[in-house]
């Protein structure tokens, strides 16, 4: 049996909601490592939609949501700009180590060339791994970096034109 193609679709503002609720299954997921208090209405908040809402993708597996990812155009760990930086990425567990992430990721880098950010906090051993895997073809320099009180690996490097 193949597997669906895993693509990269531009999400629109009539969609938000749907990030929204997949949001809630990627803060959940993070509560292994990374406390996130539920509310009253039993919602983990999250105040960063609007802000993260430039360049909003759901990552497909055939015509199924296999999760989603954020783009925007400057790195709020460094402040630099203009810069690509993955604000947040989320792959349902039922899609994970199939491929589906790097296959989303690839897509990304080449729908935005450019320089490049991506910050994964150290307490996520999980995410660590990802991202060093998926990211060993762009050949990034990572480094240690502090923000807002917790320990990171920011890593940088250029997705150029054509660069696969």
Known sequence: MTQPSISLVPAHPDQKPVIANLIQLYLHDMTEFMPFPVGVDGRYAYDFLDRFWRFPYFIMSGDEIAGFALVIDECPLTGRAPCWFMAEFFVLKAYRGRGT???????ALQAHPGQWHIAVPHANRAAQ????????????????????????????????????
């Open 101 to 107: 992430g790097r296959s989303a990721v690839q897509q």
């Open 129 to 164: 791994s990802f991202w060093s895997k998926s990211l060993a073809p762009q050949n990034p320099i990572s480094r240690d970096i502090h923000f807002n009180g917790d320990d990171w690996v920011l890593h940088q490097f250029d997705a150029g034109c054509g660069r696969q």
